[in-house]
């Protein structure tokens, strides 16, 4: 068996966890019931890549108790956690993952899990769909391709564009099921638990400026408001700007923001939206968090230049003194604050995601014809996740298709 | 001059309602100020069929200004008010519509104002539409039409996939400055509005029950818990239902939410949501109230038939006792409660909505080579009309377009 | 019999708004049940003097159906309703209450009541209990004073603290049945549905400036929030202005918030709180209104010093041009918006404060020996009365008395 | 130097926690400038006995840098940190802690410090007073006790009443800058950042149910709203019920609350108020967590004795089967939750009780004529912090006293 992990006397850790997240991933357990009988997974090769935490790695587990053969690596070498690692390679998944290894280390990684040359994909991003189309040696044996983001959904959807993709690819994330859940209350939660968390500050009282009105600023922006802060957006978009000040917040350029916000979260997918200039007018001892996908959103270089020091203050917090009475904190380096600052979404949130999914993987290996195209996942596998997810929380609806709501 | 009234003395009345709208609608009054030397309007006929109050007596003025002769109706008898008609036909406008009157008068309304042989006619419903394309000797002057509502554009959809579709015809209700706002914000609160001024009773401390969780169904929800309501939600599309979950209120089949409401608002859109059977299992003194912009949500004739005895007791509230102790309350007899029991929309609201509505106009007028097709709102009227709300409004977005928000 | 009112022919009109009020006042009719053999209020003469509207009215025929003999007028001739007099005098109560009557006709009113002889008086604000104790010849029969407001019972323990105080009085404000529910939650609502039905406007998207953040302040800023205005706070007390930063507002001194805000409420119970220097520094467009209990807290006579011209716009709406492109919009020319732009309190809320009363009035009646003081509400009748409605509305809270929540 | 702890090397990680601290303690830091060259603190003794985490210990250092000697132990063994006790002795501290000591160690610890004759004790919840009382030995220096909490409050009174109280002492939690504070937004906030990052579970979609609608519970309660949860409200005082369910909630009996909640919350001060009875209702999967002061609210022993089987899932989760498909999980142990499972309250919070306290020890230590009575912080301290609270949040309030607002 194959791997290559950080410390693998941290099995027990990871243990612990994946057994937790285990308990609460209950659509993912109600596929497995479904599909653990029909012999559809039996001797695949699926690699995945994502960030590897303990949701991740039982999504891992449910598949290799399905009967593939799992290899995996992170989309992401700061949100590898080691134990759960660990905890893989001691059932019998080849891990290739360590936290906070070099960029070069984690292509090395992405590039031995393409080579196992899979039959399925689960990418995050596109690295993994960019590699096999430079290099098709490895896509011999690939059914099909499952892509987790929007951004990777993107490049898909370029390729097609240009007639240039391969192979069957799936977006995960424009299914119902996840984007109308994981962003708004599965960010929206989860960036607060890990901000009151790290700084242990009230957030009651304080000024929060939230840089776009997506899903997530949405999201982050609502559970502020029922924290008790006063929210503050910044948009470029004039609908969702006049949304904002419909929904009770305060609407203004990030320019004017930066002097008046206390907690700053960036939600736009886009680079560099909070820069120097609005560093400089900010007040003393304002924090800059990131909850959006990628890490360049606050730049992170340019405030390193204009500091005089930097100091690492307290875990996932580092403080940048400008000149005198003016400091700012940073936390998580800039990265997904949910991620680093604690354990992601929360579990019953990624269960939409990964019952996703499962289901496509279940999908793709199951149907003989697919085309290289970009697929939505089919829409009664959308339905059928939501219907499991309102049926173990015990949610019911009207089942009467006498009329069916629109307004 | 032509005209059809109920009373031409109450024209003062009017005047002042008009005057007040006239203050508040600042988008449409910019428009004015863009289109007023341009000679668009200039000798155009225009025929408008929407709930004639205020707000839409004012477009019509502002037409009229511009130049245009105005021939003007109501959608709806109930929601005509007299007092503004008698101030329109004071001001030289062709107004045909009385409150309350029979079908046959309504429908002889609507005929008159189509066979002015309009330039452009404001439909709201699609009913003149569909006599144009019976009578088509009336369309002979015709440009375009302008439909307002949701089930309007759907018929006209329909008649362009049948390939039947004559003329062009543009869908105010797609537009994003319209949908966005109009049904959360302006539905949302002028329900509340018209159900505490017609009861003078508490919102909190009751349970409210929500049928259907669109965009109405969430403004009337939201502002129901910013009063301290209990909510309940009844949907039968299952995301609807679990975002009904994720925001807090309690998600249930109407069959089971009988029992437990003390308001009932129906907002599908949808014939007959709330039945005799779901009505035999209230409270004793449980209140109906449809938001929807049809009055069949409520079933009202069977409520009748199950009634022993109903009276009304005060205005816009009638009592129907079913048994001993089993009182029920209708408001606004299951018609529009935010027209019947208010002024309907916030008039900012409904000033996005006409701003729109006024620049479709024009830009049909001054387009040469319109095909009979269906048209959403061109993207960059719909973005003007919105960044002049945002302008009067006060409210600065960043115009920085280095990033643009998305997640 | 004696009365003097405005219009015996309104009668009708005022039955069907008590009607109404009846069906809701759950409380005081299941007091009236437990009252109506004892015998304690027969023959007694009770007068009364609180805001004279439908729900006072069904306090009164309450109190003469249990067997008294009832002589009543209203606390302020703007809140007289006429057409609930005329219903009282057809009804066999001495009614001496007009609409709008000038000064000394309200006192010759006031007058008359206490000429009665009363066995007990109703107050409200303690006028009447000042002139029982100038003309001690008209209280030969009383047995004591039930007052209503907070200002009243100031000014009875001012009395008391002076041993001037010669009769037995109940402070019904300071019941917690009382307080704790009819500020915060019934002026909260109804003053939003005032302003929202008189101005047919948005308070989505507004900023609401809340003048004071004691019960009502608190309630109407909370009610403003869950409609989706962004919310300024102004306070004096240092603890309440921390709590409204704590609850999620902006909180600024008055003289800055006046340039910022769209409608401005004051909530303070003192004088002259909104001054000419605040309205020179308003937005064009600016409302104002006044939730309190008095009519001086807006400076009224100064901002019409201060105006260019006045004209009565619409129903309680006077616009006030002070310059050129600065025009002040003030509410119910700053009486008591919810009752002035209303029906007042919603019905559920002041059938809690009337229960007190008549719980009081029944407690003084079949007491014996009452001495001079002031006294609150006995506990266990305030107890009572908050179980009574607990009751009606269906809440259960727990028995068991094995623990008691405190923190 | 005398000193009790675990392990000295670990002064480097609680010396970062305090460092962080003390740049959010503003007011603490305010009130040493103030007091630092007065000389009242020097060579004075202070024993402290509170939940020892990084802001007590700050305390404890700020009273050092005054120039007193400080002997500190914690108010409960599990809520001591030992790293920061290893802080506090590498500056000079007198501590005696440890994590999760006996009884009888934790006794020992109480009496070293008592005997150390301070001249002011910092006590929480009383156990050091009643020590002094019995052993007045070792009061030969003590010029007063402060008392931070409610329940050391109220055996202080207790003691005043029988006339046996020997010392001065100050009720800290009287003050307003602390209980209109520390238990609404203080614990509001802090058991929501602790349940989430312990469970990394959605609260948004679930049922929590609130034990006690007190501070605590209104804080818990409006947070839990704030993210999305459906709050059930279990109440014994009937005024807090119906406020309770004016503010939205569902109210009911625990007995019923039982079988529907996710989440249970206890914020009483009482003890054993959700029992085994109840447990046995619970669906699958609830969570027990406690928010009152003492650990004896839920009945783990209760717990214990009907479960099968229970297990340590997860750092602070405890997970007891009581039959198939019944699990329950007990969160901190029963403990107070924001404390055991997170930083407890937000620094912002706790630095205005620390600021009372030390302005509290200031006014003994320099007031020569205290006689041996129960005292409130006085109001000019009072006011003095929450007026320096204001000044460094940056708010204004109104300087303006020719009103006061009061409705």
């Known amino acids: ?57 039982y999504l891992a587990l449910t598949i290799q108790r399905l009967g593939a ?25 080849h891990v290739f993952a360590k936290h906070g290894v070099s960029k070069e280390e984690y292509a090395g990684f992405v590039r031995t899990i393409v080579e196992s040359k899979p039959d399925i994909v689960v990418d995050d991003g596109g690295d993994i769909c960019e590699y096999l189309h430079q ?22 959807k370029e390729l097609e564009k ?12 424009d299914a119902q099921s996840k984007y109308l859940f994981d962003n708004r209350y599965g960010t929206g939660q989860s960036t607060w638990t890990a901000i009151t968390h790290l ?48 929904d009770g917040y305060r609407v203004m350029p990030i320019n004017k923001a930066a002097a008046l916000g206390d907690i700053f979260i960036t939600a736009t997918g886009e680079r560099m939206v909070i820069r120097t200039e609005h560093m400089k007018n900010m007040k003393d001892g304002a924090f800059l968090a990131n909850a959006g996908h990628f890490d360049y959103e606050i730049d992170v270089p340019g405030l390193k230049e204009i500091s005089k ?4 203050v307290r875990e996932e ?55 290289p195209k970009f697929y939505c996942v089919p829409k009664d596998i959308d339905e059928m996740i939501v219907r499991e997810r309102l049926k173990v929380d015990g949610i019911e609806i009207d089942k009467d298709n006498r009329y069916k709501y629109s307004i």
């Open 1 to 57: 068996m194959q791997y290559d992990i950080s410390d693998i006397t941290l099995a027990q850790a990871g243990q612990e966890k994946i057994e937790w997240v285990s308990k609460w991933m209950k659509v993912v357990n109600g596929l497995y019931e479904k599909f653990k009988n029909d012999g559809v997974f039996s001797g695949k090769k699926i690699a995945i890549c994502i960030h590897l935490e303990a949701k991740t790695a």
């Open 69 to 93: 053969e799992v290899w995996i690596t992170s989309s992401n070498p700061l949100s590898t956690k080691d134990d759960v690692c660990a905890t893989l390679v001691k059932n019998g998944i």
């Open 135 to 156: 290099y098709p040696k490895y896509a011999v044996n690939l059914k099909g391709i499952c892509e987790e983001t929007t951004s990777g959904v993107n490049r898909l």
């Open 162 to 173: 240009k007639g240039k993709l391969r192979y069957p690819a799936i977006g995960i994330n």
């Open 199 to 246: 700084t242990n500050m009230s957030v009651a009282g304080k000024v929060v400026v939230i840089v776009g009105y997506g899903w997530v600023g949405r999201g982050v922006a609502l559970r502020a408001l029922g924290m008790g802060a006063e929210v503050i957006v910044t948009e470029i978009d004039p609908w969702k700007g006049l949304e904002a000040r419909m």
């Open 309 to 312: 020091i930097a100091t690492h």
């Open 317 to 371: 917090i580092d403080e940048y003194i400008i000149k005198k009475n003016k400091k700012i904190y940073l936390l998580a380096q800039g990265g997904i604050i949910n991620i680093a600052g604690g354990f992601g979404h929360p579990i019953e949130i990624l269960d939409l995601s990964f019952a996703l999914q499962l289901a496509s993987i279940h999908y793709i290996l199951s149907t003989t014809d697919l085309e």
